[in-house]
T-cell receptor, first 112, second 110 residues
Framework: DAGVIQSPRHEVTEMGQEVTLRCKPI?????LFWYRQTMMRGLELLIY????????DSGMPEDRFSAKMPNASFSTLKIQPSEPRDSAVYFC??????????FGPGTRLTVL | EDQVTQSPEALRLQEGESSSLNCSYT??????LFWYRQDPGKGPEFLFT???AGEEKEKERLKATLTKKESFLHITAPKPEDSATYLC???????????FGKGTRLSVIA
């Protein structure tokens, strides 16, 4: 099993640019979660999907953030425009009818 | 609001020196409490789920216990490879998302 796949692993961009993070969940899993991790705030849930439908996006910090899940095997998290305070590690996780989540390796985002 | 507090923030142990990590929580009806391990540069890795007070789970040198207000992760005779950040998370009743603590960063020195 390949596990949760995220790309890119590292992203460095300049303030104002659009950033797109990608996630492929474990095959057969029906829930997908996007988290952001910083030293100050720890691991925060941004949004989660169940059967490709967004269920709770209350953690999305502002309208600059958007997420989509067009099918069961792919999701994107987009930041437009990006700001330095968006610098963090972004994790994608998936699960199958269980609260036990399986995390990807993360994308380290640096906004200059 | 559901909250999870982990202590200490960081812990440094000598190899073989047993200790415990604490996870205190306030939640409106606990459905489950979860422990994860996170190595540098990697995503969290699931360790245990505890569902009710008095429950215990073990895996190698780790044992997790649960009361109505807190959970402990006991580490017996740790080795350097146990060095990692240990995260605690809770799920409230219903199907709400996990709420994570900030973690305890454990260093085991040979």
């Amino acid at each position: 099993d390949a596990g949760v796949i995220q790309s890119p692993r590292h992203e460095v961009t300049e303030m104002g640019q659009e950033v797109t993070l990608r996630c492929k969940p474990i095959s057969g899993h029906n829930s997908l979660f996007w988290y952001r991790q910083t030293m100050m705030r720890g691991l925060e849930l941004l949004i989660y999907f169940n059967n490709n439908v967004p269920i709770d996006d209350s953690g999305m910090p502002e309208d600059r953030f958007s997420a989509k899940m067009p099918n069961a095997s792919f999701s994107t998290l987009k930041i437009q425009p990006s700001e330095p305070r968006d610098s963090a590690v972004y994790f994608c996780a998936s699960s199958l009818d269980s609260p036990e989540q399986f995390f990807g390796p993360g994308t380290r985002l640096t906004v200059l | 609001e559901d909250q999870v507090t982990q202590s200490p923030e960081a812990l440094r142990l000598q190899e073989g020196e047993s200790s415990s990590l604490n996870c205190s929580y306030t939640v409106s009806g606990l459905r489950g409490l979860f422990w994860y391990r996170q190595d540098p540069g990697k995503g969290p890795e699931f360790l245990f789920t505890l569902y009710s007070a008095g429950e215990e789970k073990e895996k190698e040198r780790l044992k997790a216990t649960l009361t109505k207000k807190e959970s402990f992760l006991h580490i017996t005779a740790p080795k350097p490879e146990d060095s990692a950040t240990y995260l605690c998370a809770v799920q409230a009743s219903g199907n709400t998302p996990l709420v994570f603590g900030k973690g305890t960063r454990l260093s085991v020195i040979a």
